[in-house]
């Protein structure tokens, strides 16, 4: 397996990794996800590239992972200036889970946040994502915050 930037090529396998993890949230919480996901097209995939750092897993069956990250700056009167690395998307194929690939792109993403100099990299994971948790948390993340609900009868 090699972890590599991701390339305007490999925008069909980018598509094909968010429809594997939209059906995932679909799933899940079908209150909040539309059934079909909504997938960049190849104009917005390339300014994507442009503005943030994407990286692939590959191994001989093609791509079977990617992670995307960019830099987020919080401002605001009440919090201080400050940059962080901020993990858009890390997903592997199903069948390809359990075999080291997420790992390697998180340390690619690890590895460019340090490059950028910034003190923290941050994510949203949802609650329902235990397997995503557990993963995060063995990587060394923890949790800052929760985002509660309640149904509204």
Request: glycine content about 8%; hydrophobic content about 35%.
């Amino acid at each position: 397996m090699t972890i590599r930037r991701m390339r305007p090529g490999d925008y069909a396998a980018y598509c094909g990794l968010l429809r594997e993890l939209h059906e995932m949230h679909y799933a899940a919480r079908p209150d909040i996800y539309q059934p079909r996901p909504a997938l960049p097209d190849e104009k917005e995939f390339g300014a994507m590239l442009e503005s943030s750092d994407c990286f692939v897993s590959e191994d001989e069956s093609g791509v079977t992972g990617m992670g995307v990250m960019r830099l987020r700056t919080y401002e605001s009167p009440s919090v201080k200036r400050h940059t962080v690395a901020w993990i858009d998307d890390l997903c592997v194929r199903k069948d390809r889970r359990g075999q080291g690939a997420g790992r390697s792109l998180y340390e690619a993403l690890l590895a460019r946040a340090r490059e950028e100099k910034v003190e923290r990299i941050e994510l949203n994971v949802f609650g329902f994502n235990e397997p995503a948790r557990a993963f995060y948390e063995h990587m060394g993340l923890t949790e800052r915050s929760r985002v509660m609900e309640a149904w509204v009868k």
